[in-house]
């Protein structure tokens, strides 16, 4: 990849020190526990305004439904977002038992009911035990994964019956907090698990409730979520629209609260401090040698002065850029 600049110097190294993009503006993260009821979309939109650029993005999408830590990048920090999003996410939620719905959570239509009392705790466990470790998943059809070019959740809408292969997740934790038997609106008898999960990067947890509900013969869906990690970042990081948007208008404070794109990269990714004479050979594009770090995933690469340079991945003991931004 083209580097965006060779080593800066002057006014432009104190702009990478501090995280600023172009234009003044601050490069970095925002960390944001997302309201029930809007799309990611939404606050992409919102912090755009408040950040005033466009060029903000986000690190793997929330349902309208759900609330929690959404993680938005800002100018150049855009580009470690899809880093990011390859990241283990945590949730915790409700599960309800009895009640079928097209889109597998409260927002669809409930499509079959089922009596869901006296559910033994030993046959839930099981069910759940099922669904943890590496597992294969199909993910819900009214989801935004194309098929043949189109979002399944439009064929889904257009009347189609959408078939959607299986693909492979980890779920690391999958715990049941409590059980509790309750009655739905129509009647039905119920059960609402509170539950918790940890798992990769591509899991849908409605899928989980759906899969769940299924495996114990009543059906399942999920009623509520709350996304509580993306990586490294957690709620207590998060702030909300309101909380955000009262620091933007406060004349007396910082202004948009970011994560300084350093200190993102350092938190999320193994950290390389390279010598000052790898510098501009590594901005350039050269594989300069790299020592061999636990783990698997980009490194990030520091300069001596602490500005962030690029995150790379060792190829044969060689440092191969992946993104560059000093």
């Not at 129509?186 to 990769?200: H, M």
Request: glycine share 12%; proline share 5%.
């Amino acid at each position: 990849m083209k580097p965006e600049s060779t080593k800066p110097t002057g006014s432009g190294e104190r702009a990478a020190r501090s995280g600023k993009g172009g234009g003044g503006r601050q490069a970095g993260l925002v960390i944001v526990d997302k309201p029930a009821g809007f799309t990611s979309h939404d606050v992409v939109a919102k912090t755009r305004g408040m950040a005033r650029t466009r060029r903000v993005g986000h690190a793997g999408t929330l349902d309208p439904m759900a609330t929690g830590v959404l993680v938005l990048g800002i100018e150049r920090a855009t580009k470690l977002l899809g880093h990011l999003a390859l990241t283990e996410k945590e949730y915790v939620g409700t599960i309800r038992l009895g009640q079928t719905t097209i889109t597998d959570d409260a927002e669809g239509e409930i499509t079959a009911s089922k009596a869901a009392h006296g559910i033994s705790r030993a046959d839930i466990d099981a069910g759940v035990a099922e669904l943890s470790g590496a597992i294969m998943q199909v993910p819900s059809k009214v989801s935004a994964i194309k098929i043949d070019g189109k979002r399944s959740y439009s064929r889904v809408r257009d009347g189609e019956d959408v078939e959607i292969p299986a693909r492979p997740v980890t779920i690391s934790s999958f715990v049941v907090h409590s059980a509790h038997e309750a009655e739905a609106e129509d009647g039905t008898a119920v059960t609402d698990l509170l539950v918790s999960v940890e798992c990769s990067s591509g899991t849908y947890i409605r899928a989980l409730a759906r899969d769940l509900g299924a495996g114990l013969g009543v059906g399942g869906h999920l009623t509520a979520l709350r996304r509580t990690r993306v990586g490294p970042y957690k709620l207590d990081r998060a702030r909300t629209l309101e909380q955000l948007q009262a620091a933007v208008d406060d004349p007396e404070g910082a202004g948009l609260p970011v994560m300084p794109i350093g200190d993102a990269a350092a938190a999320a990714f193994t950290r390389w401090d390279v010598a000052e004479q790898q510098v501009k050979p590594l901005l350039n594009g050269a594989r300069i040698p790299m020592p061999l770090f636990d783990g698997e995933g980009p490194v990030a690469a520091f300069a001596p002065d602490g500005t962030f340079l690029a995150l790379v991945e060792n190829q044969g003991g060689k440092a191969k850029s992946m993104a560059v931004f000093a």
